[in-house]
């Protein structure tokens, strides 16, 4: 599992990393968590509001930091 966060590593990034490492940690999943700053990257993804989650190429928040169940349920969704 690929799981990117984007943003410039504002605090709002920050906390979303910890949010899907923690759930990471509940579920007992491997990925690998990469932080994308880089603006050009960034809108390559095509969000174009941060903080923003990819898992496994699929854009599942933009501009939000998303709730712990969200965050499980999209981590789940992607393991069936």
Known sequence: MIIKIL???CPKCSLVEK???TV????DVAADVE???D???M???GIRATPGLI???????AG??????DIKTWIQEELE
């Open 55 to 61: 898992i496994n190429g699929k854009i599942k928040s």
């Open 64 to 69: 939000r930091i998303p709730r712990f169940e």
């Open 39 to 41: 603006l050009e990257k």
């Open 35 to 37: 932080k994308v700053a």
């Open 43 to 45: 809108m390559a993804t």
């Open 19 to 21: 949010r899907v490492k």
């Open 7 to 9: 943003g410039p590593g």
């Open 24 to 27: 990471l940690a509940e579920l």
